[in-house]
């Protein structure tokens, strides 16, 4: 097969991934070790406790995407990794494995931004959309409206003043006693419920940008006023209401943005772009597939086609970053 594949490696939250893209961006492998059930009981990522894990779980993960790709490491011609932003000690490990992976086989190293890389998520043969267009990234750490006018990188143009979208999807759930983290069980729950039964306000904030946290408040009283033993029966309208409510501001805001940049292509990227209710909503934006919503090493090792690659060894001393550049 000769040199013909990336191997993008993904552990800046609390999933250990290892991805298999070839250099003309068809996926073969993607491997994804959730450390949800070691979080749940704390009610959400413990910095700590994930780094650790991701130390125990990377080189198993990187094997499993190569055995499943039927590949080896001798067709890897360059391995990418996701510098930043996330949990710093989480991206080290794998930044650190990234490095020593490519320094033992003298392979180049590309340095991928998390969030370029849900975006390179939509550019993966066959390729959903092709730039300019305008991109909602709605994950657990970020709520982003992006203008994509080349595949290199994008413009942020709205952003969240407050909590994530996810991270309300995720706040939500709690207060449900629905667990951690709950995006993906609260999208279950609404479907049996009715979005109309309580009326949840959606927060207007100047220019493009969200807010959420007065959305989770309001949720909190209104369970606090529900009789005791109501909650059982109320719990599918509660929350097919709430998810209406985040639905409907991405939605708005992903559509004015549209409009002010004059960029009629839309794409939905990151985790809650796994949101049922809002993928029906956004019937005719170009969605990431669903495999790759959630954070993965296919859609990293997809952004380094894109981005230049460091040669070997001159990436030993790079660093990872926790916020945005
Ligand atoms: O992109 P991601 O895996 O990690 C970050 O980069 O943050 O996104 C995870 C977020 C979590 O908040 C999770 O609850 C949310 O995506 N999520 C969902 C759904 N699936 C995952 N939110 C709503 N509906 C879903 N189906
Ligand atoms: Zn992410």
Redesign the pocket.
């Known amino acids: 097969m000769g040199s013909s594949l990336i191997l993008g490696i993904e552990t800046?939250?609390d999933?250990t991934a290892a991805g298999l893209v070839t250099t003309d961006g068809r996926a073969v492998a993607n491997v994804v070790a959730s450390q949800a059930d070691l979080h749940s009981r704390y009610g959400g990522v413990v910095p700590e406790v994930a780094s650790r894990r991701h130390l125990e779980l990377v080189a198993p993960v990187v094997q499993e995407a190569l055995e499943r790709g039927g590949a080896s490491l001798d067709e890897v011609d360059r391995v990418a990794v996701t510098a930043g932003p996330g949990l710093i000690g989480a991206l080290l490990v794998g930044l650190s494995a990234a490095k020593a992976l490519a320094w033992s086989r003298r392979l180049p190293l590309v340095p991928v931004d998390?969030l370029h890389g849900?975006v390179a998520s939509l550019y993966l043969e066959p390729e959903l959309v092709k730039p300019p267009f305008l991109c909602l990234l709605a994950?657990?750490?970020?709520t982003l409206l992006l203008e994509v006018r080349e595949r290199s990188g994008f413009r942020v143009v709205g952003t969240t003043i407050d909590d994530?979208?996810?991270?309300a999807?995720?706040k939500g759930?709690r207060l449900l006693g629905l667990g951690y983290?709950?995006?993906?069980k609260?999208?279950r729950l609404a479907r049996e419920g009715d979005p109309e039964a309580y009326d949840f306000p959606v927060a207007r904030v100047p220019g493009l940008d969200f807010s959420f946290s007065g959305l989770k408040t309001a949720l909190l009283y209104r369970v606090r006023e529900l009789p005791a033993g109501e909650l059982e029966h109320r719990r599918a309208d509660l929350a097919a209401s709430y998810?209406r409510a985040i639905v409907k501001a991405l939605v708005g805001r992903t559509r004015e943005a549209s409009r002010a940049s004059g960029l009629e292509q839309i794409a939905v990227v990151?985790?809650?772009a796994?949101?049922?209710e809002?993928r029906g909503s956004l019937f005719d934006a170009a969605l990431a597939p669903l495999e790759l919503?959630?954070?993965n090493g296919v859609m990293i090792a997809s952004a380094a086609r894109y981005v230049p690659s460091v040669p070997y060894p001159e990436y030993l001393a790079l660093d990872a970053y926790a916020s945005a550049a």
């Open positions: 800046s939250c999933e998390h849900h994950s657990g750490g970020h994530a979208a996810g991270e999807f995720d759930a983290p709950g995006g993906a609260l999208d998810q990151g985790g809650v796994a949101n049922s809002l919503c959630t954070d």
